[in-house]
């Protein structure tokens, strides 16, 4: 007895040096809520590429900002003033809302550099006949209405270099501009594009963009003169989505932690009747939760939400532990060791098997299911091992909980005649089979947008603001990869002559690249010697006005141009500096990891979509050039993962057969012990078919839990011998312990996060149909008796 | 068949008891509001146009050619045909051009010199005198038959632009618009009803 004692207080010990060790561990531990644990640890280029853009590139950059309600001046002031505070805000790198801010400055740049710029220098252009019908061209623009606009350009820029370079950079659309601010199309709101200087992953910076938005909004509002108070802020974009989503997180973790906590408890509390085992009961799993996070942190370096989504609803779990020791135990100390003896074996056994099927999670490639593996494992041994060897010495000798002896003879009558359910239940899960059959090829959701913690309604937000805005949804991007700056864009180059075809010929609307703002040295160098010396070209010109109602007088300042271009320094990076061309050279001209990339968005034509096919075969004779539709790729990466997801599923559940033919060595024995969970699986999988509810990978870590909570029940209905009946009290315990699991998952399936959501419709109703058939189909040898 | 050409035939009996009655009716001096009145009978027109461009840079004026049609009240469609296809389409505040696959939208506000340009043209066809008085002075010289209406930019930064524009008509019908820059180029357009008025 005192070796036993003696005993427990090492074990006392070790357990709080154990648990100050998560706490200081958890204390340090980055908590993250972004798509980081939706990545593959080991992608593919495109897929690197699709995570490079979703965690730093150019749209993940971007805020969209509309402003309704009052009217359209009040808006477009609001609209002018909150970018004018912004555009002094570090935050942003630029803000957009159609004013005429960098407009100056773009035009001088590109007028200076229009020889250097323009793919209309060629050596063609700039012959006698290639100028003649320049020069007529121009001529014919002046009779047209935007001649005025012209007309001071035309002794300077007689080839049109200028307007040539300005309609290739308006070729996206803008919104219309009322009042002189951007507004949607049917002019209900102001609109405004901001560029954070932050990457979207970043979503601490991101909050703050969206703090600096929000309060330059609320200044704006302070100082219009009255009557704006119906105006209205709102914002969209992937920042925003992270942010958002964080706080939906954050605060349904918390608030389903805090009622299911609260929940659990009364339960516990209606069933011991005393506070002192509600405590003691508590331990366990504040054991189990704690060694959880921490070990994900030491795993995986940071913890994301939805594990403790996931965390939260392991609590019901968790909790049964002690509640087959208090339940299950006779009132007296003694008979708690001997709980140890009868029954411990049972749920080291119930604990092995959920080790088992959560073990193959941890293979997964998608580190969101392998956290979710790791905090299961962590936590339930934890929980089971304190339930084990500290709680007994932790309980009081007057330790007694309310007497549950008259539940438990209930239950047993009520199990005794469960098997006259047994046809009735054949029939259920026969029908459930049939559906499942039936409707096999919709039971899966393989769109990643699935898995999106993002409202319905934020989402229409979104694509009604993309719209107004007409902004590129950077679905398909031809990506140029090289070792040096020069043959990036020159490739660039290459590609873009390509898809200038495809424009021509309708497939495409339009697209980007940097080649556009900042040619290549060679390209560059090429147009200067395009532009020919100053005493062959004034020939030329003589030769291409004959005929035109033009003198060659007139262009004196082209010849003092073009010669100035000829002898000009190449444009490098930083001459973009301070223009709007600037932002696009830096989202589409990347070097990372020592290698440059540059990005050509592609846009689809209006009303249309892009025909990828021929894009792509026309493509791939280039090397180094990667064509990628960002849609498909990470629909792709999520049914991989899916895929990956089920197939690991079914190794944990051959891992826990093979854990049970180990045990107990008789085929049948492990059939009666796995038959009620599968039934319980296909009776879920059914239902939520049924429902219209298509499964996420979330579902199918739900299935997995079913099967991990219910061999507990299976295992202790089974029997060697089924002359032995099931105690009373331990019948009792395996309702109370089934209940506060349902109550804890039970709670996630109202949740708004899809994940957690999946999580909760699965495992509740699965938990309780994996009792039901439990103790319909175990042995009745009470009816074989009364049979025979 | 007869229910068919029933309207067409009252809209032309409607012309010609127009045609009818105003000489008799305005052959007093013209004032500012009847001719406005007058105009303002038209709801629809097509018509074809010529205009000249005389640019001091070019040699030789440029001629361009197309169709006008206006719908009342702010409907204005220009549609040049030569040397270049161009479309001019005003509506309300909103101005397209279309030039090649070019199309660019423009809000009349955001452009007070070139707004100021078509405004003359829509508003004068549109009989809308608080429009164009909203923008510039009116003086009107002659009678019904023949009368010129020339109007002087209020607005300095259109002034900065267009010195002044001149139209010149007869009856309810606009004959030339004549637009003089402020640094001397001048554009006339000459505008020939259909024989059919519509």
């Known amino acids: ?788 | 068949m007869t229910r068919l050409t029933r309207p067409r035939f009252r809209l032309c009996a409607l012309v010609w008891l127009a045609l009818l009655v105003s000489p008799i009716v305005q052959a007093a001096p013209l004032s500012i509001a009847q001719l406005m009145a007058g105009l303002a009978k038209h709801p629809q027109g097509a018509a074809t146009f010529t205009e000249t461009k005389t640019i001091s840079i070019l040699d030789q004026p440029i001629e361009s050619s197309g169709e006008l049609l206006f719908i009342a009240p702010a409907r204005l469609e220009k549609r040049t045909l030569k040397p270049k296809p161009e479309t001019m389409v005003l509506d309300g505040d909103t101005l397209t051009l279309e030039r090649g696959r070019r199309k660019h939208v423009l809000q009349m506000k955001d452009y007070p010199e070139v707004a100021g340009m078509i405004e003359s043209i829509r508003a004068t066809l549109a009989g809308d005198r608080k429009a164009l008085e909203r923008v510039y002075h009116l003086a009107l010289d002659g009678g019904h038959e023949r009368w010129t209406l020339t109007l002087t930019p209020l607005d300095p930064r259109v002034g900065a632009v267009i010195a002044r524009i001149r139209m010149e008509g007869v009856g309810n019908v606009v004959r030339s618009v004549e637009i003089i820059q402020a640094d001397g180029d001048r554009s006339l357009m000459t505008i020939e009803q259909p024989a059919p008025q519509r």
């Open chain 1, 1 to 788: 007895m005192i070796h036993m004692r003696r005993r427990g207080t090492a074990a006392i010990v070790l357990w709080l040096i154990f648990l100050l060790a998560c706490v200081g561990i958890i204390s340090r531990t980055h908590f993250t809520t972004d798509l980081s644990a939706f990545m593959p640890r080991t992608p593919t280029p495109e897929q690197q590429l699709l995570m490079d853009q979703v965690s730093d590139g150019l749209a993940s950059r971007l805020i969209l900002v509309g402003i309704e309600g009052a009217d359209a001046p009040t808006r477009a002031s609001l609209s002018r003033q909150v970018a004018e505070r912004l555009r002094a805000d570090r935050t942003f790198v630029s803000v957009n809302n159609g004013e005429p801010v960098n407009a100056e400055r773009d035009r001088a740049f590109l007028f200076d550099n229009r020889y250097l710029l323009s793919p209309a220098v060629t050596p063609e252009r700039f012959s006698a006949d290639g100028l003649n019908s320049a020069l007529g061209d121009s001529i014919d623009l002046l009779a047209s209405p935007a001649g005025l606009l012209v007309k001071s350009l035309l002794p300077r820029d007689p080839t049109g270099e200028m307007l040539q370079l300005l309609e290739q950079l308006n070729s996206g659309t803008q919104p219309q501009l009322v009042e002189g601010a951007w507004a949607s199309r049917d002019g209900a709101r102001a609109l405004m594009l901001m560029q954070t200087r932050a990457a979207g992953s970043d979503t601490d910076a991101q909050q703050h963009a969206m703090a600096a938005i929000r309060q330059a909004f609320d200044q704006a509002l302070d100082q219009a003169p009255g009557a704006t108070p119906s105006a209205q802020l709102v914002m969209t974009g992937p920042g925003v989505f992270s942010v958002t989503s964080r706080d939906t997180i954050k605060r349904q973790v918390t608030r389903l932690s805090i009622i299911s906590l609260a929940l659990i408890a009364t339960l516990l509390l209606l069933v011991y009747r005393s506070f002192s085992a509600l405590a003691l009961g508590l331990l366990p799993v504040i054991s189990g939760a704690l060694a959880g996070i921490a070990a994900v942190s030491l795993g995986f370096g940071a913890v994301h939400g939805i594990t403790l989504g996931f965390g939260t609803a392991l609590i019901g779990e968790a909790v049964d532990y002690s509640i087959y020791l208090f339940v299950q135990s006779e009132q007296n100390s003694a008979d708690h060791q001997n709980w140890i003896k009868r029954l411990w074996p049972t749920i080291r056994l119930g604990v092995l098997t959920s080790i088992a099927g959560f073990a193959s999670l941890l293979l997964s490639g998608f580190p969101g299911l392998a956290q979710l593996g790791l905090y299961a494992i962590a936590g339930l041994i934890t929980a089971a091992t304190v339930t084990r060897f500290v709680l007994p010495s932790l309980l009081p000798v007057s330790f007694r909980i309310h007497d549950l002896s008259a539940i438990g003879l209930t239950l047993s009558r009520v199990v005794q005649r469960a098997a006259a359910l047994r046809w009735p239940a054949a029939i259920v899960l026969l029908a459930a089979c049939a559906i499942v059959v039936d409707n096999r090829a919709s039971l899966w959701n393989d769109k990643i947008a699935s898995l999106s913690p993002v409202s319905q309604a934020d989402v229409e937000l979104d694509t009604r603001l993309r719209a107004d805005m007409g902004a590129p949804d950077v679905r398909y991007l031809v990506v140029v990869s090289g070792a040096n700056q020069e043959s990036v864009l020159r490739a660039a180059e290459r590609v873009s002559t390509l898809l200038q075809t495809q424009v021509e010929q309708g497939q495409l609307a339009g697209f980007e690249s940097p080649s556009r703002y900042l040619p290549s040295v060679a390209t560059q160098r090429e147009r200067q010697a395009s532009l020919p010396p100053r005493p062959v070209l004034e020939t030329r010109l003589a030769q291409a006005v004959q005929g035109l109602p033009v003198r060659e007088q007139l262009f004196t300042p082209f010849l003092a141009d073009t010669a100035a271009a000829r002898s000009q320094r190449l444009l490098q990076a930083s001459d973009l500096q301070q223009t709007s061309m600037a932002m696009a050279v830096d989202a589409l001209l990347i070097q990372q990891h020592g290698q440059w990339r540059a990005l050509l968005p592609l846009t689809a034509p209006e009303g249309g979509s892009i025909n990828a096919e021929p894009i792509r075969a026309a493509l791939s004779a280039m090397p180094d050039v990667l064509f990628v539709d960002m849609k498909a790729e990470s629909d792709r990466l999520y049914s991989g993962y899916l895929r990956e997801a089920i197939a690991l599923s079914l190794g944990g559940l051959v891992a826990i057969i093979v854990l049970l033919l180990a045990v107990f060595r008789s085929p049948m024995r492990v059939l009666r012990i796995i038959a009620p969970l599968a039934a319980a699986v296909m009776t879920v999988t059914a239902g939520l078919s049924l429902f219209g509810q298509q499964m996420i990978i979330l579902h199918l870590v739900g299935l997995l839990l079913v099967a991990a909570v219910g061999s507990n029940y299976a295992l202790f209905f089974d029997r060697p011998d089924p002359r032995t009946p099931i105690l009373p009290r331990t019948l009792a315990s395996m309702l109370f312990a089934s209940l506060t699991t349902v109550a804890g998952f039970g709670l996630l399936a109202f949740s708004d996060v899809s994940l957690l959501q999946a999580l909760g419709v699965t495992v509740a109703p699965g938990v309780i149909l994996a009792l039901f058939y439990s103790a319909i189909f175990a042995r009745q040898a009470d009816a074989c008796q009364s049979n025979a």
